[in-house]
């Protein structure tokens, strides 16, 4: 049992697109992350949620809007995508108090923007 | 801007030899530092964390902090080729912010 699942896997779509990608953890835990894996393999934090509540969010551009419907689940909508949004994908869940920064990692969603 | 560095490699050690992971971060009042594993097309993985001065071992894996230097490493003892991969260090500066990941060195094993 998959305990962060992240889908699709492998998105490839055309510039101005719209796309989503799903997250889902079962661990219980109660902050969820968006981490954008570049080409040079740099892990940068996105947005964060804590019990559905952003807390953090980054200098990203107004193109990317996270939801959170509840706890176990945080979704990425990206639009009109752009040549730079190629890049891998990462949800990342954790619990929070001493355990914080213990991340769980989906398997990654690798974005081709054409 | 708090960062944390990493020399990218890669690194390249014998089956058998030690490896050594170094990473410095800007933020003095940084609280916890870990180490996260990530095999080519994977997604990271924790391995090691450590909250104080000083090292903390589990198993061929042992973590080193100094804080007064701002450096944390990672040793990896009896380095196998399965060991092969791109390591991340991460400081969580504030309790309750995001990780702050670094560069990543990439460690070759050789058989």
């Known amino acids: 049992d998959t305990a962060v699942s992240q889908t699709p896997k492998y998105l490839v779509t055309q510039m101005g697109n719209d796309k989503s990608i799903k997250c889902e953890q079962n661990?219980?835990?109660?902050?969820m992350y968006w981490y954008k894996q570049d080409s040079k393999k740099f892990l940068k934090i996105m947005f964060s949620?804590?019990?559905?509540?952003?807390?953090i969010n980054e200098t990203v551009p107004n193109r990317f809007s996270p939801k959170s419907p509840d706890k176990a689940h945080l979704n990425l909508h990206i639009n009109s995508l752009e040549l730079g949004d190629s890049a891998v994908y990462f949800c990342a869940s954790s619990q929070g108090g001493q355990v914080f920064g213990k991340l769980f990692f989906g398997s990654g969603t690798q974005l081709s923007v054409l | 801007q708090k960062e944390v560095e990493q020399n990218s490699g890669p690194l390249s050690v014998p089956e058998g030899a030690i490896a050594s992971l170094n990473c410095t971060y800007s933020d003095r009042g940084s609280q916890s530092f870990f180490w996260y594993r990530q095999y080519s097309g994977k997604s990271p993985e924790l391995i090691m964390f450590?909250?104080?001065?000083g090292d903390k071992e589990d198993g061929r894996f042992t973590a080193q902090l100094n804080k007064a230097s701002q450096y944390v490493s990672l040793l990896i003892r009896d380095s196998q080729p399965s060991d092969s991969a791109t390591y991340l260090c991460?400081?969580?500066?504030?309790?309750?912010?995001?990780?702050?990941f670094g560069k990543g060195t990439t460690l070759s094993v050789s058989s």
């Open positions: 991460a400081v969580n500066p504030l309790a309750g912010t995001a990780l702050i």
């Open positions: 661990l219980g835990h109660d902050t």
């Open positions: 450590i909250y104080s001065n």
């Open positions: 949620y804590n019990n559905k509540e952003l807390i």
